[in-house]
């Protein structure tokens, strides 16, 4: 007997590939597994793709206009350096997309995303967590020295 499969599915208008794609090459650790075409289309475009992210799997489906993605799915990623927060959140923006606060962001397909210092977890386990929770509240984009600097005061 196989052992069941599990893969976080993520519903979009249109343009699943090209997300998928442009995801995939935004991580090191990332790869498309396959790609179902929609059946009937002449141009031969996607109906589901499935792509790995750091291990994590997921499904992108051209689903249609019948739902729509929120932020109550999410992808969180968690990085080690400013740099990396930086390059990442500047492109999941890219093209359309949209800030918000505390490290989320909305990519131009709609799908959230929180990116966050792996630091943010350790501070917030610390003694002076109330002021980098504080900190974190006033953020759009997260900053690892400002979060380290309210962990010291």
């Not at 998928?20 to 179902?36: K, M, N, P, T």
């Amino acid at each position: 007997m196989t052992a069941a499969s599990v893969a976080t599915s993520l519903w979009f208008e249109s343009g699943a590939e090209e997300a998928a794609r442009y995801y995939c090459a935004l991580f090191s650790d990332a790869r498309i597994d396959d790609i179902f075409p929609q059946q009937g289309d002449p141009e031969g475009r996607a109906f589901l793709v499935e792509f790995t992210l750091q291990g994590q799997r997921f499904q992108a489906m051209n689903g249609g206009p019948h739902y729509r993605l929120t932020p109550a799915c999410s992808i969180s990623v968690q990085l080690d350096t400013q740099a990396e927060i930086d390059r990442i959140w500047a492109a999941l923006l890219a093209g359309g997309g949209s800030e918000s606060r505390c490290g989320w962001l909305t990519d131009r397909w709609g799908l959230s995303w929180q990116i966050l210092p792996r630091a943010l977890l350790r501070l917030l386990r610390g003694p002076n967590a109330s002021p980098v929770t504080q900190a974190m509240m006033g953020m759009v984009k997260l900053d690892i020295a400002a979060l380290q600097a309210a962990a010291r005061s």
